[in-house]
């Protein structure tokens, strides 16, 4: 492809160069004091006018990608505390990317309707920490006379590029200096011919190094598309714990002032353990809202603070958070205190005593969910609210100056801990040594209120033509604040039965106590011991319909809310998840534990409609014309909500997982046992061998392969890889059609023979389909499993009478069924 791309016709003249000054060799780490300095040298880094260069088929890697500039100009950035941390590069250039396995190449191809990325660009900004600069100044030269002349503007439209850009790269160049230098960020963002921009980023520091994005709108929302993501080193096993290994955290201290305005004013004391011999960068997830005032290392030293200022998600590590560096590297294994004061606004008041804290899980210092921690948590509030929080309380005094003090203290260690603050009244039940606690308002906030529209006064219609005509009727219609209160026993009643339903279930309560909190909003959470559920939730039937923000077609995951939110207590909490891509574990089980819970209280029936409704949902189509479910496979986690299919993370991993779950259940049940108990004891025993610990996809499935019955080998080789390459790595929703012959046997019986064959899913999708007979008043009778594959399946059963038909069991399999 050939494209005049505006530098190349250009005649070089008289450009004045300087030789470049020469730069200390890169890798070498500055020292502490210079980080202050460096980042603010950083906020302001720009192309350097002396230092641009004629590139003709140079060539870069990173991470499997391979970068070619065909020719056109480059310049590098003016070197900062002695290295070269960015280049810029306009001309004709080619990119090209071959993802290493067909998850990554579907999803690529999803995005960009190729599976592999070869693309012609005319423009690159890449900032680094490795040898980007010295590699490409190797194969570039100055411009000589005859070279043709650098376009009016080059310098100054870089410059332009490099200053905006500038605050979002300060915090992770800082962090790539002060790290661990043989693991380097690189960061290109490239401008298409074909695609726009895009992004390629190799930073090695994490796991799935090498990753294409780009940002892209769908519904006046911007969506960060991930097109591929990969360990850049062949040798890597996918799915690596996460973060940037510098150290862990082992115990969070946090004493918390919150004022009568809902300002928050906080101390934080960590203990860490370092894990690295020269990273000294660490970063910090922090709520905007807040602000660091001071640091200190150990018993005094003061760090500094580098906090992200961005307003707009800027996708780097330190995004909404802040990074600090160690005066020295701390051998690993050794261990070391911070402290770090901080304040700030994340409370808001939303109307009527109920206030929101909005940031769950980084109103301190949070260090990321992959290291369980220990919390003490101290707070002093006005002593008009009430306070839950994770962790069990220990102390609670009254102070003066209305004020009073609670103290928190968690048994074993959290992943994440949080509070909740009201005018709550609360209601108390036991279940065994389990304390329940159910927390809630008297009145609803202000928005549910407003968005109430209650008629007042309603005339009961008439028939007409009556003689004599009857005197109109009115029914008025008083209407009486909203108040989640009022049905805290109704709430408290419910988790008591959640959480003894759970316990047959999953084993023992993974915690003390649970606290149930009311809070302004349209979702749950289920953090440690503190279920936050929405204030619509604790309302009756009817004033929800009123006010909830979820259609009336999703009543019955309305219906499954609290459930799953305390089934988290054991999956997500007590039992953790590995990576990004083993999540469903958590939430694809929290969703089939509640799914069962509502079976239990509510029949089969309201499973079924539940089932059948995410099904509907899996099978709708998105604007590309495409269903919902092919967006990709469960394990590709958060990378499902793109701007293709927005909704896709919801849809996939919490219900298309739940299906999933459901069907190995029915697939271990199976007619040889016909029970549940080999599927509950899977569940139960996972739950016991993975406590405390983030167990990955792979760790389930040669859990459950410990349980399966015969029938369910169907590769006899003693493993379910068959079912979860379909299902978990997989896409794809089969639609299976029947053949049936019936034929009549000796002493009355009926030989049902036929066939089934397999479409709508990938070459290879294999599974066992149940067959049922179905009666009259739709009785049904489960006749049998029926392996099927590429060429179908064969079945052959024995029934006692005619049925009226013999289909796929609709109930029991995700499929589409002829
Ligand atoms: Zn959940």
Not at 373 to 383: K, M, N, S, V
Not at 547 to 564: F, I, N, Q, R, Y
Not at 606 to 627: P, V
Request: hydrophobic share 40%; with cysteine; glycine share 10%.
């Amino acid at each position: 492809m050939t494209r005049d791309c505006g530098v190349s016709a250009m005649v070089f003249a008289a450009l004045v160069v300087f030789a470049p000054k020469p730069a200390r060799p890169q890798g070498a780490t500055p020292a502490a004091a210079d980080a202050t300095a460096l980042y603010a040298l950083l906020r302001q880094t720009t192309v350097d006018p002396r230092q641009v260069y004629i590139v003709h088929g140079a060539k870069i890697e990173r991470g499997g990608a391979k970068f070619f500039f065909d020719r056109g100009l480059v310049a590098l950035f003016a070197p900062v505390g002695g290295e070269v941390t960015g280049a810029v590069f306009s001309g004709e250039g080619e990119v090209l990317l071959i993802p290493p396995n067909p998850v990554e190449k579907r999803n690529l191809n999803q995005f960009i309707g190729a599976p592999i990325l070869e693309e012609h660009f005319v423009s690159a900004f890449m900032r680094f920490t490795d040898q980007t600069a010295q590699e490409i100044l190797a194969q570039a030269r100055r411009p000589g006379p005859d070279d043709p002349e650098a376009p009016a503007g080059f310098v100054e439209y870089w410059d332009t590029v490099a200053r905006r850009f500038d605050p979002a790269y300060a915090g992770p160049i800082l962090a790539g200096l002060f790290g661990d230098r043989s693991k380097p960020f690189f960061q290109s963002q490239l401008e298409g011919v074909e695609f726009g921009t895009f992004q390629i980023t190799d930073d090695e520091r994490l796991p799935e190094a090498l990753s294409v994005g780009a940002v892209r709108m769908a519904g006046g929302r911007a969506f960060a598309d991930l097109w591929c993501s990969f360990p850049s080193r062949p040798s890597e096993p996918l799915g690596v714990e996460a973060g940037m290994g510098a150290a862990r955290v082992m115990s969070y201290k946090l004493d918390i002032l919150i004022h009568p305005d809902n300002r928050l004013e906080g101390r934080a004391e960590l203990e860490l353990l370092s894990l690295s011999e020269n990273a000294r960068a660490l970063i910090f997830q922090l709520a905007r809202g807040l602000k660091v005032t001071a640091a200190r290392y150990g018993q005094g030293q003061s760090l500094a603070i580098f906090q992200d200022e961005s307003r707009q998600p800027t996708g780097s590590l330190v995004e909404g958070g802040f990074l600090t560096v160690l005066p020295a590297p701390r051998p690993p294994g050794t261990r070391y205190h911070l402290t770090f004061d901080y304040q700030g606004q994340v409370i808001t008041d939303v109307g009527n005593g109920v206030l929101y804290v909005g940031a769950h899980d980084s109103w301190y210092p949070n260090f990321g969910i992959q290291s369980p921690a220990t919390f003490d948590l101290t707070f002093r509030y006005p002593d008009h609210l009430a306070l839950v929080a994770t962790g069990v309380p220990v102390e609670e005094e009254m102070l003066a100056g209305g004020m009073k003090r609670s103290r928190w203290v968690s048994k074993t260690p959290l992943p994440v801990a949080g509070f909740n603050l009201g005018s709550y009244v609360s209601r108390e039940r036991d279940v065994g040594s389990t304390k329940i606690e159910v927390y809630a308002t008297r009145e609803a906030e202000s928005a549910l209120e407003r968005r109430r529209n209650v008629p007042t006064m309603e005339i009961i219609p008439q028939e007409r033509g009556r003689v004599p005509p009857m005197p109109e009727r009115t029914i008025r219609a008083i209407p009486t604040p909203l108040s989640p209160a009022a049905l805290m026993d109704r709430v408290a009643d419910r988790a008591v039965e959640a959480v003894e339903y759970f316990q047959s279930l999953f084993g023992p309560f993974p915690y003390p106590r649970l606290a149930i909190s009311q809070i302004p909003g349209e979702f749950g959470q289920g953090w440690p011991e503190l279920v936050y559920l929405p204030t619509f939730y604790f309302l009756p039937g009817r004033e929800r319909a009123e006010v909830s923000p979820v259609s009336k077609g999703s009543d019955l995951e309305m219906e499954t809310l609290l459930a799953h939110e305390v089934a988290h207590q054991w999956w997500g909490n007590e039992v953790g998840w590995k990576t990004y891509h083993d999540q469903w574990l958590s939430e694809g089980f929290a969703s089939y534990a509640a799914a069962m819970f509502l079976a239990r209280r509510e029949g089969e029936k309201k499973f079924g409609e539940l089932l059948k409704q995410y099904r509907r949902e899996l099978l709708a189509k998105n604007q590309t014309g495409a269903t919902i479910e092919s967006g990709g496979p469960i394990w590709l986690g958060e990378r499902l909500s793109t701007s293709l299919n927005p909704r896709g993370y919801n849809d996939i991993v919490y219900k298309k997982a739940c299906w999933v779950l459901h069907m190995l259940h029915v697939l271990m049940a199976g007619p040889e046992s016909g029970s549940d108990q080999r599927f509950i004891k899977m569940l139960g025993s996972f739950v016991a061998a993975y406590q405390g610990r983030s167990p990955s996809t792979e760790d389930f499935i040669r859990h459950a392969e410990k349980y399966m019955p015969k029938a369910m080998d169907l590769d006899h080789n003693g493993r379910l890889d068959w079912f979860f390459k379909d299902w978990v790595y997989g896409t794809g929703v089969p639609a299976y059609k029947l053949e049936t012959k019936t034929r009549r046997l000796s002493g009355g019986r009926l030989d049902v023979e036929g066939t089934i064959e397999q479409t709508g899913v990938p070459e290879g999708f294999e599974m066992l389909v149940p067959v049922v007979a179905v009666y009259e008043k739709n009785r049904k009778v489960k006749l049998g499993l029926v392996p099927v594959g590429d060429s179908g399946g064969r079945f052959q059963f024995v029934v006692a009478s005619r049925p009226h038909r013999v289909t796929v069991d609709g109930d029991d399999l995700l499929a589409a069924i002829e």
